[in-house]
């Protein structure tokens, strides 16, 4: 049995796109940033992108969708994820 295949090169690209955005000099564009890592958990089904799709749900103020993907990012994480970083998320989605 072989590992499971990584993400495509679509859903790497779109993931990239998504983290330029958040960057971006002129500050970061959530929206945008948001419909890439969207696309990129649609393509890729990683967990590790949901701690983005809930990052940015949070800053637009979508607090129903930001707690929804926390949850599904710690449920899915489950103990790949650090303790402080659980902790952050855990204390964030309870706000």
Request: hydrophobic content about 35%; overall charge neutral; some cysteine.
């Amino acid at each position: 049995m072989g590992a499971e295949p990584g993400p495509s090169e679509e859903a790497k690209r779109a993931f990239a796109a998504g983290v330029i955005l958040l960057k971006d000099p002129d500050g970061a564009k959530y929206e945008d940033a948001l419909t890439q890592f969207t696309k990129a958990y649609r393509l890729s089904k990683s967990w590790k992108v949901l701690g983005n799709i809930g990052l940015c749900s949070l800053k637009l103020e979508r607090d129903g969708e930001a707690v929804a993907a926390y949850e599904k990012y710690l449920a899915q994480g489950g103990k790949e994820i650090d303790g402080e970083e659980r902790a952050q998320v855990e204390r964030t989605s309870r706000r």
